[in-house]
Nanobody, 128 residues
Framework: QVHLVESGGGLVQAGGSLRLSCAAS????????MGWFRQAPGKEGKERDF???????????VYADSVKGRFSISRDSANNTLALRMSNLKPEDTAVYFC??????????????????WGQGTQVTVSS
């Protein structure tokens, strides 16, 4: 079992920055890959869009093309936390952001179906 809790969302102007955090508990944090996904307004009930993922070791990261160069994913195994630093935010980044994990996953993955555990989400709103 893995329990995930996101924080750090909020309202920001276009061009601004935010840092999301995900606190993980349960299975040993440093043994599995994790990811960030998002769901934009009006897309509730549909598959969540991939944002970024990081391998169990932190040595490998992958990003969606839409956020590459603006977002950075990292993990702190000492504190069992996953972070997503977002800069140069755009209105199209507005979404609920979800942290995801799966104890059987070691490599970074873009596929939401690879993850069995999800947080409750945190809202990010970017105004123009």
């Amino acid at each position: 079992q893995v329990h995930l809790v996101e924080s750090g969302g909020g309202l920001v102007q276009a061009g601004g920055s935010l840092r999301l955090s995900c606190a993980a508990s349960g299975r040993r944090f440093r043994t599995y890959a994790m990811g960030w996904f998002r769901q934009a307004p009006g897309k509730e009930g549909k598959e969540r869009d991939f944002v970024a993922s990081i391998s169990w070791s932190g040595d490998s990261t992958v990003y969606a093309d839409s956020v590459k160069g603006r977002f950075s994913i990292s993990r702190d195994s000492a504190n069992n936390t996953l972070a997503l630093r977002m800069s140069n935010l755009k209105p199209e980044d507005t979404a609920v952001y979800f942290c995801a994990a799966d104890p059987s996953l070691v490599a970074a993955s873009r596929t939401s179906r690879d993850y069995d555990y999800w947080g409750q989400g945190t809202q990010v709103t970017v105004s123009s």
